[in-house]
């Protein structure tokens, strides 16, 4: 499951929506949508996306964070690692081969590690006085 999956499918949930009824707002088989939630598909597109914030009615920061939970659920993804040091190379393509057998706990471990090294990034880029 995707992290956009994740979110669709808990608020139709919460709100005792169908799947069915959502689709057929959406344009979309129910299959489709299904497989969506499930991260079967690709990230979903532009229009998928303002479909489901008017779907749900979500406005604002609720609104910004479905947005990039979508920008963050491409399960197909590409890690491009030329001009990186080889150690990135190698941690890339073990990722990739071992993210299945990693633990919540895990996970949650180097989620906190990017999460400073974004932090990091973004304290750098500040204009400094």
């Known amino acids: 499951m995707t992290p ?4 669709v499918r808990r608020l139709r949930r919460e709100r005792g929506l169908l799947l069915k009824d959502m ?8 299959a489709y949508l299904s497989a969506l ?3 079967e598909r690709g ?4 229009a998928l996306i303002q479909g489901t914030l008017q779907y749900f009615h979500i406005i604002w920061d ?6 990039r939970l ?8 590409k890690i491009e690692t030329g001009g990186t040091h080889p150690r990135a190379t190698l941690f890339a ?15 949650e471990k180097l989620l906190a590690v990017l999460d ?11 204009p400094t006085a």
């Open 37 to 39: 939630e499930r991260g």
């Open 93 to 107: 393509n073990r990722l990739a081969r071992e993210i299945g057998t990693l633990s919540e706990t895990e996970i």
């Open 62 to 67: 609720e609104a910004d964070e479905l947005a």
């Open 23 to 30: 689709a057929a707002h959406l344009g979309v088989s129910s």
């Open 4 to 7: 956009f999956g994740e979110k």
């Open 116 to 126: 400073d090294a974004q932090e990091r990034s973004r304290r750098s880029a500040l």
């Open 70 to 77: 979508a920008d963050m659920s491409d399960p197909r993804v």
């Open 43 to 46: 990230k979903p597109t532009w």
